[in-house]
């Protein structure tokens, strides 16, 4: 489905965030200081689709025009982080490598995390790098039920 956008804008991101009680994978404060930081074009960095399976779930992030080494995931706390760093190398020699006369593609460092719960551990989660699309397979694990607090009532005589 097309939605429809203003100069490069997604309407519906920002409307429907939070709306029908999903709760949205970024916090609007979040969402805010990124957009200071990158401008308007963060809406289209590290774009997710989340499908749910029987035993696990399976993340496609978008990262075009990364490599497999500009990446790093790390598992702490039950959150499982993604970062990508693009360096602009200025050390090439212009005669080798042309110069550049305009350069839209993104230059620097941006990150995601997302909850996948205090039970998984790294050797559970699998990931896959290619055609600038990471994929990683994260293992449903059974939510644990609080514990009860035992009652301990206390005999009244008479």
Same mark, same amino acid.
């Given at each position: 489905?097309?939605?429809?956008?203003?100069?490069?804008?997604?309407?519906?991101?920002?409307?429907?965030?939070?709306?029908?009680?999903?709760?949205?994978?970024?916090?609007?404060?979040m969402?805010?200081?990124?957009?200071?930081?990158?401008?308007?074009?963060?809406?289209?960095?590290?774009?997710?689709d989340v499908q749910?399976?029987?035993d696990?779930?399976?993340?496609?992030?978008?990262l075009?025009?990364?490599?497999?080494?500009?990446?790093?995931?790390e598992?702490?706390?039950?959150?499982?982080?993604?970062?990508?760093? $693009?360096?602009?190398?200025?050390?090439?020699?212009?005669?080798?490598?042309?110069?550049?006369?305009r350069?839209?593609?993104?230059?620097?460092?941006?990150?995601?995390?997302?909850y996948?719960?205090?039970?998984? $551990?790294?050797e559970d989660i699998?990931?896959?790098?290619?055609?600038?699309?990471?994929?990683?397979?994260?293992?449903?694990?059974?939510?644990?039920?609080?514990?009860?607090?035992?009652?301990?009532?206390?005999?009244?005589?008479?």
């Amino acid at each position: 489905m097309m939605t429809p956008s203003i100069f490069g804008e997604n309407l519906f991101d920002e409307f429907f965030g939070n709306f029908f009680g999903f709760p949205a994978f970024d916090d609007r404060a979040m969402q805010k200081a990124q957009k200071e930081l990158y401008g308007h074009h963060t809406a289209n960095m590290m774009k997710t689709d989340v499908q749910e399976h029987g035993d696990h779930f399976e993340l496609d992030i978008d990262l075009p025009g990364f490599k497999k080494e500009e990446l790093s995931l790390e598992l702490k706390n039950g959150y499982l982080a993604i970062s990508a760093e $693009k360096k602009l190398d200025r050390d090439e020699k212009e005669e080798e490598t042309g110069r550049f006369v305009r350069r839209e593609r993104y230059m620097g460092s941006m990150s995601r995390a997302f909850y996948v719960g205090e039970d998984v $551990k790294q050797e559970d989660i699998h990931a896959k790098y290619e055609n600038g699309v990471l994929k990683l397979c994260v293992p449903k694990m059974e939510a644990r039920k609080p514990a009860v607090p035992e009652k301990k009532y206390i005999a009244i005589e008479g």
